[in-house]
Nanobody, 121 residues
Framework: QVQLVESGGGLVQAGGSLRLSCAASGSIFSINVLGWYRQAPGKQRDLVATISTGGRINYADSVKGRFTISRDNVKNTIYLQMNSLEPEDTAVYYC???????????????WGQGTQVTVSS
């Protein structure tokens, strides 16, 4: 099992910045991709950004150039630096940890409890 604890959400005005953190503990060896997803009211949960143990990074088109994902391997923590926030970024942000096999099969999928980000116009 892997436990994920998010922090850093809150209320910010449009154009502002926030940094989310996600600390992972437990069977860290069983995962190879960490990332952030978000879910706005009435909408599906969507990918924001992911980072693999090999350092490969992937962003949703809507956040490219504004958000930066990073990781601290010593602390087993990932971060999401969010700049130039827009009201459309308002959502619950979830940390995710998973293992994806070389054949693309999803294994060991874990989620944090979520943290609210609200961007006012």
């Amino acid at each position: 099992q892997v436990q994920l604890v998010e922090s850093g959400g809150g209320l910010v005005q449009a154009g502002g910045s926030l940094r989310l953190s996600c600390a992972a503990s437990g069977s860290i060896f069983s995962i190879n991709v960490l990332g952030w997803y978000r879910q706005a009211p009435g909408k599906q949960r969507d990918l924001v950004a992911t980072i693999s143990t090999g350092g490969r990074i992937n962003y949703a088109d809507s956040v490219k150039g504004r958000f930066t994902i990073s990781r601290d391997n010593v602390k087993n923590t990932i971060y999401l630096q969010m700049n130039s926030l827009e009201p459309e970024d308002t959502a619950v942000y979830y940390c995710n940890a998973r293992r994806i096999t070389p054949w693309g099969i999803l294994q060991n999928d874990y989620w944090g409890q979520g943290t609210q980000v609200t961007v006012s116009s």
